[in-house]
């Protein structure tokens, strides 16, 4: 049995600020899932939570921040611009904060490098026509790289960007701000070790979603036999194997949940050994690569 403590762990963003290395994430959860998860987890000892405009959470999500108690300067906080709004991140952040009660994030995430095309009746709902006339991601980053100077928020970022799309946005002509993250899928069936290199190699943080994969893959871990018997080993939780997984490799990770007892013990972090993070990385090699999140956007093509 091994000890189990609060995560500690904290990473460095290219911009000098700190970010924790767990984070609670809130995709899927409800209004008062996210309200009630948020208040728990600051409880719990999180520092760091992960919304997005296209959650529709983030009100509750900001509902709990400020309910919390805790200065705000404490926490760090993410939201992500939603395709609809590429061509005016600024609207866009704007948007986030008021529906969040707050007057800075501290990452700002493209969140997918494709634009959708807007509902003008609801600017951020979810489409997979895309908006690249005369636009594409780069456009929008290089409108991005104007955010920090507003004090709106501290960092910018991207999210579902392939080592193709970051050389893109690096080598383009307006290009300033290198993204102080980047945040993919990443779990024992998609290790994304090239990609983890690549960015870290850059001074990219690497941030791990669906890290307990999501609904469709979190029985394939809970009962996966490598993952059993390290959790067995070490006397912990297979969802806390997945978690720490992510921490020894050296990225954010942003496991989610609506259950106060599991909010809980994913903030408890351990030592698992190098032998045991090869052991997990080869789950992938057995049962073949999988992606759980893999939306069409027209026909971007996404993850290239
Ligand atoms: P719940 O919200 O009821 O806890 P991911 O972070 O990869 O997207 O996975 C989220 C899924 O994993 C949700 O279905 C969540 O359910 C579940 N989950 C979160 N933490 C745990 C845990 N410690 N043990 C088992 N399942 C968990």
């Known amino acids: 049995m091994v000890e ?26 409800s209004e008062e899932d996210a309200y009630n998860a948020v208040l728990t987890a600051l409880k719990a000892g999180y520092r760091h939570i992960d919304t997005a405009a296209i959650y529709q ?14 200065p705000r300067e404490e ?9 609809s ?7 866009g952040l704007d948007q986030s904060l008021e529906r969040l009660g707050l007057s800075y994030v501290d990452l700002y995430l493209m969140h997918w490098p494709v634009p959708l095309k807007k509902d003008p009746s ?4 979810f489409t997979t026509e895309t908006d690249m006339d005369g636009w594409d991601f780069i456009k929008t980053w290089t409108l991005m790289q104007e955010l920090p100077a507003t004090g709106k928020t501290k960092a910018i970022g991207v999210s579902n960007f392939s080592i193709n799309n970051i050389k893109q946005l690096i080598e383009s002509e307006d290009f ?36 307990l994969g999501s609904e469709a893959e979190l029985k394939t871990f809970l009962t996966n036999p490598t993952i059993l018997k390290i959790a067995e080993k070490y006397g912990v939780e297979p969802a806390q194997v997945l978690i720490n997984w992510g921490v020894k490799r050296g990225y954010v990770i942003l496991p989610k949940s609506a259950n106060p007892k599991r909010v809980e013990s994913n903030f408890k972090e ?5 032998a045991d993070v090869d052991a997990i990385l080869c789950i992938s090699k057995e049962l073949g690569e999988k992606r759980v999140v893999s939306p069409k956007f027209g026909s971007f093509p996404l993850f290239e």
């Open 270 to 274: 351990f030592d698992l050994s190098q």
């Open 4 to 29: 189990l403590k609060n995560s500690t762990t904290i990473l460095k963003l290219n911009t000098g600020a700190e970010i924790p290395a767990v984070a609670l994430g809130t995709w899927k959860s």
């Open 85 to 91: 709004q590429q061509r005016n991140p600024l609207e």
């Open 176 to 211: 300033k701000i290198l993204p102080a993250a980047n945040q993919v899928e990443i779990h024992p069936l998609l290790p994304q070790q090239e990609l983890i290199d690549y960015c870290q190699e850059k001074g990219i943080i690497v941030e791990a979603y669906s890290p």
């Open 75 to 83: 926490i760090f906080v993410t939201t992500k611009l939603w395709g």
């Open 57 to 70: 959470n983030e009100a509750p999500v900001g509902k709990a921040i400020r309910d919390s108690g805790i």
């Open 122 to 125: 609801n600017p951020i709902t």
